[in-house]
């Protein structure tokens, strides 16, 4: 059985994590998933 | 629990796209009627060259513009290999093996299908446009897998 771990206590902040760059990067790829995926939809439409 | 309020922004747009892309598929599978290719229907590999309609393959009228195009495929061909079509046609394909799974993809269309020996796998389609197709398989097959391809021709 796994040994019980030493429990590390989390120091909690209270100010916020700087998330600008995450959610520009989250919106980048977003996008170009819903690119790619409209891309091939409309190419597959295109050839029915 | 806490959630940053960009974190909740994204999972609004993830869960958002995710409900459009599904309302969209669903939409166009069963309102549409764009179905992936069947394969329901099951024949004895052992038994295709005795069995309807693989006892004589190749294309057959079955309505005003409507045929159904038989293709038997082994390693490492199809046959019949060369099929004429009229323009326009509303052709539904049927396929089966007779040994190990190959591919059926006419590049340039939506036809793109698997061959699985035990099923036999159809798919409707329209050919609009006059000119060759390449018949290809697409899923290796063995050692010939490269040359095995075969040519359509629609014809005014």
């Given at each position: 059985?796994a040994?019980p771990?030493?429990?590390?206590?989390q120091t909690?902040?209270?100010?916020?994590?700087?998330l600008?760059?995450?959610?520009a990067?989250?919106?980048?790829?977003?996008?170009?998933?819903i690119?790619?995926?409209?891309?091939?939809?409309?190419l597959f439409?295109?050839?029915? | 629990?806490?959630?940053?309020?960009?974190?909740?922004?994204?999972?609004?747009?993830?869960?958002?796209?995710?409900?459009?892309?599904?309302?969209?598929?669903?939409?166009?599978a069963?309102?549409?009627?764009?179905?992936?290719?069947?394969?329901?229907?099951?024949i004895?590999p052992?038994?295709?060259?005795?069995?309807?309609?693989f006892?004589?393959?190749?294309?057959?009228k079955?309505?005003d513009n409507e045929y159904?195009l038989?293709i038997?495929?082994?390693?490492?061909s199809?046959?019949?290999n060369?099929?004429?079509?009229?323009?326009?046609a509303?052709?539904?394909?049927?396929?089966?093996?007779?040994?190990v799974?190959?591919?059926?993809?006419?590049?340039?269309?939506n036809?793109?299908?698997?061959?699985?020996p035990?099923?036999?796998?159809s798919?409707t389609t329209?050919?609009?446009?006059?000119g060759e197709y390449?018949?290809l398989?697409?899923?290796?097959?063995?050692a010939?897998?490269h040359m095995?391809?075969a040519?359509i021709?629609v014809?005014e």
């Open positions: 059985m040994k771990t030493t429990a590390v206590r909690k902040k209270d100010e916020e994590p700087a600008k760059g995450t959610l990067s989250v919106f980048l790829l977003g996008f170009f998933i690119f790619a995926w409209v891309s091939v939809y409309f439409l295109h050839r029915l | 629990m806490h959630i940053h309020k960009y974190e909740k922004i994204w999972l609004a747009f993830g869960i958002g796209c995710l409900i459009v892309f599904l309302t969209v598929v669903g939409v166009s069963f309102a549409a009627g764009q179905q992936p290719p069947s394969c329901l229907t099951t004895d052992e038994k295709v060259d005795s069995t309807p309609p006892d004589h393959p190749g294309l057959v079955k309505g159904e038989n038997v495929v082994a390693a490492f199809f046959t019949p060369t099929i004429e079509i009229p323009k326009g509303k052709v539904t394909i049927n396929v089966t093996s007779k040994d799974i190959h591919g059926f993809e006419i590049p340039g269309t036809v793109n299908m698997m061959v699985e035990g099923y036999v796998n798919l329209t050919f609009d446009k006059p390449t018949i398989c697409n899923e290796y097959c063995g010939g897998h095995m391809t040519r021709k014809v």
